[in-house]
């Protein structure tokens, strides 16, 4: 077993299964929750899953957020990116400095 899946659609990971790494073809937020779970219960130390799930599994996502494994990462889904990946840096980065250093703005 690889430490490392992605779960999202099929279109936008069927490319990482050449690659090696483990895939789950998921559009359904409920299922892809469950399967986030199962994943997770199942030993997988990084979860790469596609922006417009993750945004939809929040509940499953957040569960995880403290616990060392597993790292649940934001990726693009094959339409581009629709700054969820970008929105958890940036409140990461508030989170830990206080501050917005990465994209205030200059005033």
């Known amino acids: 077993m ?13 490319l990482a299964k050449a690659a ?5 073809c998921e559009t359904d937020p409920e ?7 199962k994943l997770a219960k199942e030993g997988y ?9 993750y ?3 929040k509940e499953a996502v957040l569960k995880y957020k403290t616990e060392a494994y597993p790292a ?7 339409h581009g990116s629709s700054g969820a990946a970008m929105a958890d840096i940036k409140a990461n980065v508030e989170k830990a400095i206080g501050s917005d250093i990465l994209f205030a703005e200059d005033k």
């Open 31 to 37: 299922k892809a929750s469950r399967t986030i779970h």
């Open 2 to 14: 690889a430490d490392i899946v992605i779960l999202g659609d099929r279109d936008s990971v069927l």
């Open 55 to 57: 945004v939809k599994c």
């Open 45 to 53: 130390k990084v979860l790469f899953v596609t922006e417009p799930l």
């Open 72 to 78: 649940i990462i934001p990726i693009p889904d094959n």
């Open 20 to 24: 090696g790494l483990d895939v789950f």
